[in-house]
């Protein structure tokens, strides 16, 4: 039996306003669930490669994805079953890599709101069937119509679940080939898989141990393009010119979030888990050793969820020679830990500010209040880490007022906010899970799809005590633009280029970079791919 795992293309897009970009540089960062199925398999002997035909498609002609991006072309595949167009463009991308003489194909997919995730799958789909003849599976970051879609069709076979604490895809899929491989009835014997009924999909049951499900395999990027996901820079600093590549690699130690913050998909999930600190450091040393790089995106929900484990696995980090960039809390946090982060090798933190309203804080349920927000991002300034924070604007029952909090927020930190993504809010977490009890009703006819194989995930919901929801969308949108705006006249830019960022960390003036006292502009310096 052979497996062949294959991270698929889509065209990037702002999921705020739905508009498609023409370039994203963290399609020059590996992807981490991908990597991670592969170890895992691997080392239960399973005989299984992966590819990844985004950076491929990026490096060699993104163009190929322009097409994909034509709902008529999009809407005439899926009544017709074909559409000679999109067919060229999906041959041309599978001649990228090799899938001949797989017996299973898995697809590892992400943004089920991006139109182009599902069709370039689905089309993908269709040509293996017709060449190959193999079992096709889904799989990863993918949900709702856009996978119910890709089920029902006679081009994929099954779709794998994934609980990181009940059903990790990694131990369903390899009861999948493992049933394969002896011969089994697969719909019978694999727990975890998501199989297209007449009512709809249906997930087999899972009834795994903590011991079987609390793992944490380290990822395995052997099989992945790496040459193509290296960025190199360069930039003139006082007179001085500098440039360099940078390989980042996807890594996470910790699963879920003690916080359980009302508007986030954790706060419905156990957790958290913690990978000890000596295995920590065993897979950085293991991964900068066999890749040779020093550059790593931790994917954390947040690297301090308790003191205690920061502290000792910052102390097992420090003497790595390694950069780093990772999500972080206000609290537990201090000017030591700080101090720890930076001798760990911590460039950039994320920290999940939300709002500048303590009315919002309390609502969503966040434990830190603004005084302590603003004493971290100051702190982080004078150390030398870059701080950039996590906004989301249209939470029920916020207003423009609130707003108005959060630009003051902004206005008196500017100083020490590098930059900030901004977010309108969707339903998730507890707020969706419980709505009575943050008092709104939920508008189940929203999370219909917009269009074709597009996911409406964010959904509507009414205020029981204020706002319907034509005019909650509406505030929303006005809030995300004078938050843009505000951002652009304090000069805080619109979210960082992690590369940028790992890069300049390494130059003699990084922390009055940091400071705002010298200016780098970061340019890459390859031929970008459009």
């Known amino acids: 039996m052979k497996v062949k795992l294959l991270y698929l293309p889509r065209f990037d897009m702002d999921y705020n306003t739905g508009d498609y970009l023409p370039f994203s540089t963290y399609a020059f960062i590996p992807p981490i669930g991908m990597p991670i199925l592969t170890a895992f398999l691997k080392g239960h002997g399973i005989n299984v490669e992966q590819d990844d035909l985004l950076i491929k498609t990026y490096r060699k002609n993104l163009r190929l994805l322009d097409l994909f991006r034509e709902e008529e072309k999009r809407k005439k595949f899926l009544e017709d079953g074909k559409e000679e167009s999109l067919e060229e463009a999906a041959e041309q991308i599978l001649k990228l890599t090799n899938v001949k ?297 916020e207003r423009l007022n609130d707003i108005e909090k959060t630009i003051e927020f902004l206005e008196r930190n500017k100083k020490y906010v590098k930059s900030a993504y901004v977010n309108k809010f969707f339903l998730d977490g507890k707020i969706k899970k419980h709505p009575n009890q943050y008092e709104i009703e939920i508008l189940e006819e929203s999370f219909l799809p917009v269009e074709t194989l597009r996911e409406e995930w964010r959904g509507g919901f009414n205020e029981i005590n204020g706002l319907k929801w034509p005019e909650r969308k509406k505030l929303t949108d006005k809030s995300f633009d004078i938050i843009l705006n505000a951002m652009n006249n304090f000069g805080i830019r619109r979210g960082s280029e992690l590369q940028d960022v790992l890069f300049q960390s390494t130059l003699p003036e990084w922390t009055n970079i940091v400071r705002g006292e010298t200016t780098c502009k970061v340019y890459p310096n390859f031929s970008l791919p459009f």
């Open 101 to 397: 003489g797989f017996d299973i194909i898995g697809f590892s997919l992400f943004e089920p709101d991006n139109p182009t995730t599902g069709i370039v799958a689905l089309v993908i789909a269709k040509i293996l069937k017709e060449k190959y003849e193999p079992i096709i599976v889904i799989g990863g970051r993918f949900w709702g119509y856009a996978k119910d879609t890709l089920l029902k069709s006679r081009f994929v076979d099954y779709g794998i679940a994934h609980n990181p604490f009940t059903s990790p895809a990694e131990l369903n899929f390899l009861k999948f080939c493992e049933a394969y491989e002896t011969g089994k009835n697969i719909e019978d014997n694999v727990p975890g898989l998501e199989i297209s009924t007449p009512n709809g999909v249906k997930t087999t049951p899972t009834n795994y141990n903590d011991d079987e499900v609390l793992h944490f395999p380290t990822p395995t990027f052997d099989g992945l393009p790496l040459e193509l996901y290296k960025y190199r820079l360069s930039c003139k600093v006082n007179g001085n010119e500098y440039s360099g590549e940078v390989l980042t690699l996807p890594y996470f130690f910790i699963k879920g979030c003690p916080f359980k913050c009302a508007f986030c998909c954790n706060s419905t999930l156990p957790g958290p888990i913690f990978k000890s600190p000596e295995q920590v450091r065993d897979d950085i040393e293991k991964l900068k050793k066999d890749y040779k790089t020093n550059y790593f995106f931790f994917l954390n929900t947040e690297i301090n969820s308790t003191y205690k484990y920061t502290e000792e696995v910052l102390n097992k980090l420090k003497d790595l020679d390694i950069k780093f960039s990772d999500c972080s809390c206000f609290v537990p946090m201090d000017k030591k830990i700080l101090k720890d982060l930076k001798e760990s090798g911590a460039v950039r933190l994320m920290f999940g500010l939300e709002s500048g309203s303590e009315r919002v804080l309390s609502y969503l349920g966040k434990n830190f209040t603004i005084l302590q927000a603003e004493k971290i991002v100051k702190e982080a300034w004078e150390i030398g880490i870059w701080a950039e924070l996590s906004l989301i604007c249209g939470f029920p029952y």
